[in-house]
C-alpha cells in the first residue's frame, strides 16, 4: 500500500489532468496517548519507581491494562495497548508495535528504510530458581518455554517485506562489565573539628568506613557543619549480557498472513534452553522494524507497519505441545444492537424502531482451554438515567476448544450465544431528545473453581446526529488532487434539519492551514445528485482530547427527507479524514472522478456525522410534527377506565391512541371520540400513551395496577 501511495503522487504531480484518486494512509499521531500522558503528568517517574523481582510463572494478556502495558511486568511506554487495531484476537485488548513513539508521534529518527520502531522489555525476571510449590534452582532441563501470538497489519497498516517483529533474549556472555561507583553520603561533621571549621575546594579527603579507607576524595566544593558529601567507594562490576535474537517474522498484509497460516492469530513457542539465559535479572524483549511510505514528502509521514502481540507466558515445566489456556472469553469489538448505524437521533429511532434494528448480531466467543466447557451467556440492556430495562438468556451450550472448532458460530449448536437475537424495542420514550443503554454481555462456567468467567460492555447511544463509525479512526482516508469531492450517504426514516457536520480529520504534518466547501446533496438513483446545500471556506480545525470531532454549523438549516449525501470538496490542499477499519459503510462512500461518482475502493467508515435538529424551520412546519404537548391522566395508577384531559382536536374528529410497553412494542391501539380510554386488558407496570390530532401529538405516562 505505502508504496502504491509514493507511485500515485509522482503520478499526480506529472499529470496535472488526472482525475480524483483515492488513498488510505496511516495516521500521524495516536491521541489517546497524548491524552493520557497529559492526564498523568507522573506516569514516566512513577514507572522508574524500584520493583521486586517477578518470578516465574509471567503472564500478561494485557487485559488489566489500558494505552500503556504494565509497568509491574514491562519497561518501557511505546507500545500501544487497545482492542481497535486488531483483528479477532485471542481476547479483548493486544498490545500494538507501530511507528509512534512513546509520546503518540512519528519516531524522530522514522525513515523510508527499515529502522528499530518500538521495543517491549520484560521487567528484570528471576529465572535462577522457582519458588512455587517449593524452592529450587532452575535449569535448561526445566523445560522453560516462552509462548505469545502474534499478528501482523491487523485493522491498520500492513508491515513491508522488509520490516519485521523480532524478539531477543538477554544473555549472560561470561564475561564481568562495568556497572557503576558504589557511592555513600558521608556527613561534612566527620572530616571537621567545629562547627565553625570550613572544607574547601581540594582539600582531599580520606574514605570512612563501610568504605574502602584506601580511597581518597578530592573535594569539589566549600562544605560547612551539617552539610553532606557523596563520597565514590568502589567501582562495580556486574555479569556481562547481550541481546541475542531468538525469533523474527517477516511483514506482510493480514490476507497473506492468513492465506499462509489458515488463522487471524498465530501461536508461537520459544524453548529457553541456554543456560547464559538461566540468572537473576533475566529479560526478554520484543521490537520491530518500520519504514515510512515516504521521507521526502512530510505529509505522508504517518503511522505505518502495525503488529498486535498477545497472550505473552512465559514458564517452567511447558512443552511445545503447551498451547492451552484456561480461560474463555470474548473477541472483537463489542456488537452493535443498530442495522445500518453505530448511533443514529433518538426521534429518528422512535419513527421507525422495528427496521432500525438488526434482528440477531454476532458474539466472538472462544474457549482457549484443552478441554470443552460448558458455557452459560447473556446480556443485559439498561437504560441511562431511565428505568428500562431487559435482558436475554442465550442459556448453556457446550463450547468446544478454540484449537479445534474456531469460534463459535451461527451455525452450530451454540447458535443461540453466536448469534443472539436482539430480543425488544429499545424504549419510545417521547419525554426525551436523547438516550443511552448499557449494554452487557456475559459468559461463564460456574461448574469449575474457580469459575471462568468474561464481559464486555458497550454504550449505545441516541443523540443529535448519524454515526456509521465507533470514533476511533485507524486509518486516514484521502483524495487526490485537489478540488476533489467526497459524498457520505445517509437515509432518514422522518424528515428533518441538517444543522452541522461533526468531521475528525487527521492532522497532516508539515502542511499549512487547509479549507474545504462543505456539501450537501440529493439523491439520484444511489448517487449523489443535486447540490442543494454549500458553504465555503471552511477551515480545518483539531481540538484536544481523544480522537474529537471538529462540529462544523451550517450558515441555516437544510430540510432533507430521505436519502442524502452531505461531504465536502477540498481547495487547495488534500484533507485526510479519520477511517474506521472496524465497521463497513463502504457502500455509501462516494467520491467524483471522469465527471461521474464512484463508490469507494476501500472497506470501512468515515468519521464524518450530520447533525440533525428538531426546531421548526419557517415556511416548512408541515413537514414536522409540532411541539409535543403534554396530557392530564387520573386516575394513576388506574385499574380499568383512563381519564384523559387537555387534548386540542377538531369538533366531532377521532383521537388516535397509541400505548406503548417499556419494550417500545404497540400494546393498544384505538380511536378515541370521548376522553375514557379502556386499560383493563394491560396487565400491572408501566405504560407510555400517544395521541394525535390535528392540533399536535400528545404524550403521557401511566400506571396499571390491577
Known amino acids: 500500500m505505502k508504496r502504491g501511495m509514493v507511485i500515485v503522487l509522482l503520478l499526480l504531480f506529472v499529470l496535472p489532468g488526472m482525475q480524483a484518486q483515492e488513498l488510505l494512509t496511516g495516521l500521524p499521531d495516536n491521541p ?48 500501544f495497548v487497545n482492542n481497535s487495531f486488531c483483528y479477532l484476537p485471542p481476547n479483548q485488548w493486544v498490545v500494538t ?28 525476571l528471576r529465572l535462577d530458581s522457582i519458588f512455587s510449590p517449593v524452592p529450587k534452582k532452575l535449569t535448561p532441563a526445566d523445560s522453560v518455554y516462552l509462548s505469545f501470538y502474534y499478528q501482523p497489519q491487523g485493522t491498520g497498516d500492513a508491515p513491508e517485506p522488509g520490516d519485521s517483529l523480532v524478539l531477543s533474549f538477554r544473555e549472560l556472555t561470561g564475561d564481568t562489565v562495568f556497572s557503576h561507583i558504589d557511592s555513600v553520603w558521608v556527613s561534612a561533621n566527620k572530616y571537621l573539628k567545629s562547627q565553625q571549621d570550613t572544607l574547601h575546594p581540594g582539600d582531599t579527603l580520606r574514605a570512612l568506613p563501610p568504605c574502602d ?27 556481562g549480557a547481550k541481546w541475542h535474537t531468538v525469533w523474527k517474522a517477516p511483514g506482510m498484509t ?100 422495528t427496521n432500525s434494528l438488526v434482528p440477531d448480531f454476532h458474539v466472538y466467543i472462544d474457549n482457549l482451554d484443552r478441554k470443552a466447557h460448558d458455557v452459560h451467556y447473556y446480556y443485559s440492556v439498561k437504560q441511562i438515567n431511565g428505568s428500562f430495562a431487559y435482558g436475554y438468556d442465550g442459556g448453556n451450550c457446550v463450547l468446544l476448544p478454540f484449537s479445534k472448532a474456531g469460534f463459535e458460530n451461527c451455525n452450530s449448536g451454540c447458535a443461540a450465544q453466536a448469534c443472539p437475537p436482539v430480543n425488544s424495542l429499545f424504549s419510545l420514550d417521547y419525554d426525551r431528545d436523547t438516550a443511552s443503554y448499557l449494554i452487557r454481555h456475559y459468559i461463564t462456567d460456574s461448574s469449575v473453581s474457580p469459575p471462568l468467567v468474561d464481559s464486555m460492555i458497550y454504550r449505545q447511544g441516541f443523540y443529535n446526529e448519524y454515526a456509521y463509525d465507533d470514533g476511533v479512526p485507524e486509518l486516514g482516508y484521502t ?35 487547509q479549507f474545504f466547501d462543505l456539501v450537501v446533496w440529493r439523491d439520484n438513483n444511489g448517487k449523489p445528485g443535486q447540490e442543494i446545500y454549500r458553504q465555503d471556506n471552511l477551515k480545518v480545525k483539531w481540538n484536544k482530547g481523544i480522537y474529537p470531532f471538529t462540529t462544523y454549523k451550517l450558515d441555516t438549516g437544510v430540510v432533507v427527507s430521505g436519502t442524502f449525501y452531505v461531504g465536502y470538496q477540498q481547495q487547495a490542499q488534500s ?13 455509501d462512500i462516494f467520491y467524483f472522478a471522469d465527471n461521474a461518482w464512484y463508490k469507494t475502493n476501500f472497506k470501512g467508515a ?27 391522566l387520573y386516575p394513576n395508577p388506574v385499574r380499568e377506565r383512563l381519564h384523559i384531559s387537555g387534548i386540542s382536536a377538531e369538533p366531532g374528529m377521532p383521537v388516535r391512541v397509541l400505548v406503548y410497553n417499556l419494550f417500545g412494542q404497540v400494546v393498544l391501539r384505538q380511536m378515541l371520540f370521548h376522553n375514557l380510554l379502556n386499560v383493563s386488558s394491560l396487565s400491572n407496570g408501566m405504560y407510555l400513551l400517544r395521541a394525535k390530532t390535528t392540533k399536535g401529538i400528545y404524550h403521557a405516562k401511566f400506571i396499571v395496577k390491577h
Open 213 to 239: 579507607t584506601n580511597f581518597y576524595l578530592v573535594n569539589y566544593s566549600t562544605l560547612v557543619w551539617g552539610d553532606s558529601l557523596l563520597f565514590p567507594c568502589d567501582s562495580v562490576f556486574v555479569p
Open 97 to 124: 508495535f507501530d511507528a509512534l513513539d512513546s509520546t503518540g508521534n512519528i519516531y524522530s529518527n522514522a525513515r523510508a528504510v527499515p529502522f528499530i520502531a518500538d521495543r517491549l522489555t520484560s521487567r528484570p
Open 32 to 79: 489517546v496517548v497524548q491524552h493520557y500522558l497529559a492526564e498523568h503528568p507522573g506516569l514516566k517517574t512513577a514507572a522508574l519507581k524500584p520493583m521486586p523481582m517477578p518470578a516465574l510463572p509471567f503472564f500478561d494478556d494485557f487485559t488489566t491494562s489500558r494505552v500503556f502495558p504494565s509497568p509491574k511486568r514491562w519497561v518501557g511506554e511505546s507500545t
Open 606 to 632: 468515515l468519521l464524518i456525522r450530520p447533525v440533525l435538529g428538531q426546531s421548526l424551520i419557517l415556511g416548512v412546519g408541515q413537514l414536522f410534527h409540532k411541539k409535543q404537548n403534554a396530557l392530564a
Open 479 to 513: 483524495l487526490e488532487p485537489a478540488g476533489a469531492k467526497l459524498a457520505y450517504r445517509f437515509k432518514l426514516n422522518v424528515p428533518d434539519t441538517l444543522r452541522a457536520l461533526r468531521i475528525y480529520f487527521n492532522k497532516i504534518k508539515g502542511t499549512p492551514s
Open 254 to 353: 493480514l490476507a497473506d498472513f492468513k492465506k499462509k497460516y489458515g488463522k487471524d492469530f498465530v501461536q508461537v513457542m520459544i524453548p529457553v534452553r541456554n543456560a547464559a539465559c538461566f540468572y537473576k535479572g533475566f529479560q526478554f524483549r520484543f521490537y520491530n522494524y518500520a519504514s515510512l511510505a515516504n521521507d521526502i514528502i512530510p505529509g505522508w509521514q504517518s503511522n505505518v507497519d502495525e503488529w498486535n502481540v498477545d497472550y505473552v507466558y512465559l514458564n517452567a515445566g511447558r512443552s511445545a505441545g503447551d498451547t492451552t489456556y484456561r480461560a474463555i472469553g470474548f473477541s472483537g469489538e463489542d456488537p452493535v444492537f443498530l442495522k445500518h448505524y453505530t448511533e443514529m437521533p433518538y426521534r429518528q429511532y422512535r419513527s421507525n424502531p
Open 575 to 587: 484533507l485526510n479524514v479519520g477511517f474506521d477499519t472496524n465497521h463497513d459503510a463502504s457502500n
